[in-house]
């Protein structure tokens, strides 16, 4: 099980403040929306992702559990792994 | 503590509460506004909001506390949250009853905002709007030092404040999805309605 | 009910050979009992429907509602729950397509007899059939089936969604019915996980469920002797554009696109290209593709599917890339309005084809910029409603390059400004 960040895209709303706080894992779009890195949190960053995801003004930031990689489908929502 | 200083107190940590109050609340607006402070990022506008809300509540426990503690008020501690039942000054006193209740829910449905979900907490955040006029007129109304220049300013100037980042919330746009439906295309749809695929054609 | 657990019965002399689902020697409706004269009865099915489910399972009967997830998965995962529900799905948001409502104003005992099958493999005692508010004839006629069988109307409820785009998506399906707008939500979870009210749901198209209702009184061998191995038994097709008849047809999958064309009488004139699976389908090009299969194996290689299950022929004098344009407008603002990135990228792809029809210096920039917003738009929505339009916008610019080539110079080969493809205009999401 590895453990990977979402964003809900219904309720973020481009604060922009995830990309602030976790320029490794998130990028914004050009219209001021998250693009996350699907990729399991890196070890060292997980502080930084739950420090993220609670400063979130719409709680739209999540952190999934997910089996392995490789195996079934990426989730929607996730935006892709570099711009 | 002599009951002059604790009534001093009890006057000194209201005003610097209305004062941090005030602050949290153009903090707050500056958040849904998403602004950018001169090359400061966003979050530090928000944690300025949730920091300083905390330090007024420290400000306001005092303010609670002195005003209790002071021999000459006469509240008991069913005042503090019971709006209007104390003796004396009941409507001012009241309505510093009830700017605390507000306050009081908008900052425990903060901290417990992962557990209530978003639109819950949006709900009771609203009453933030609500606390801090309250919380004005019972300054007006209850503060002895209502009389003296520097607090009529310092009012005059918080209200002002207040005034003028309410006008900003509500002009314009806040950088939230925005949608709207473009013009139809040029080529108006002439196409007659389904009903002709709506056979069966073999 | 009988104690004997349902048989499956093979009744040779009564199973369709040709029309299943849409009979031939009939215009209208029939009643319960000229629907079970032409078909035979229903099987009682007590406890669990396990010998439907296997026999499910065996046809290989797959989604007729354009993903075309096998059924008997769908069916074995819901019936693992606890108090489910049954949703069939005939709300056909897609404008291209009029196959659910042909099927369900023609042939609703069928539907019926589905929608009981399913409920008595997932053990539900409630099902719901979701139709569009403007499908007047296709409700009616189901009204008046479920008043000639008075049992089955005390578990089966009508419901009536917006017409809108992805009013048919599950999830907003299931938004709809728990008192909110037809808009997609965010899964997980999904709607076989927590649905209508909390329950498990189990949503399934209407003519998958007709399907069904046709596999458990003739079985799975029977399905089995038409189309293809992988993708057995017939499908409703719509036909529209530049054919003598649109309208709806029943074909065995795999059959060509020549003899699909045919079924509709023919071109009325040469072709352009066909748009095949509906707006999130693909446009493939016209020239040596006559014998191309309709079936979701036979398309791949253009890289289309059977999506939504509908065709439409361009005819050579209408602009691919101006119908293109049009369609990519009609699919932003059918968006939520949820999500940043459909909100905004879609109006900005429409912009781009609108800017690269108008032709000029400002379609050069449009050329380029559409790669940078796909990039930025492919599945950052709670839906797959960006990511379909995307498929739909990238070919586009691939079957019609040449056509966009003409646009930069400035220049047009088309010569009908008459538009083909549908774009209704409706702004209710409840």
Redesign the interface.
Known sequence: MSDHLRVNPILCDAYGHCAELLPDLIQLDEWGYPIIDDTPIPHGLEGDTRRAVSSCPRLALFIEQRPEAGRGLRPLGTGRTSL | MSSLAVWYLMRASGVVSLVLLTAVFALGIATAKRLRPVRLPRFVTLGLHRNISLLAVVFLAIHVATAIIDPYTHLDLAAIVVPFTAGSNALWVGLGTVSLDLVAAVILSSLLRRHIGHHVWKAIHWLAYGSWPVAFVHTLGSGTDMGTLWLRLVGALLAATIGAVVLWRLRGRNGEKHFEPRARPTAPNQLPDRQTIERVAA | MSAVAARVAIADDLAPQGDRL?PADADGPSTWSEHIDRYGPLPEFSGPGRSLLTAVEESGLRGRGGAGFPTAVKLRTVASRRSPIVVANGTEGE??S?KD??LL??NPHLVLDGIIGAMAVVGSCEAVIALSQEAH?SHDSLEAALNERPAAAKAISIAELPERFVAGEETALVHWLNGGDAKP????PRPFERGVRGRPTLVQNVETLANVGLIARYGAGWFRETGTDDEPGTVLV???GA?R??????VEIGTSLRRLVA???GLTGQPRALLVGGYFGGWIPVAGNGDIRLSDRGLAPLGASLGARAIVVLPAATCGI?ES??VA?YL??E?A?????????L?AV?DAL?AITRGGADAAAAVDRLPRLS??I???????HP?GALRFVDSALTVFADEVSHHLAGRCTATS????L????R?NWR
């Open positions: 849409l404008p291209a009029a409502k042909v104003r023609r004839s939500t965010l899964s997980p719509t036909l529209d054919v008849r649109p309208g709806v047809v029943e079924l509709a009488g101006a344009a049009r407008r932003a603002g968006s309005g949820q999500c940043g990135p459909c909100v905004f990228g109006p429409a609108e990039a930025q492919a599945r950052r929505g709670a839906c797959a990511d400004p008459e538009p083909v549908r774009t209704p205009s702004s």
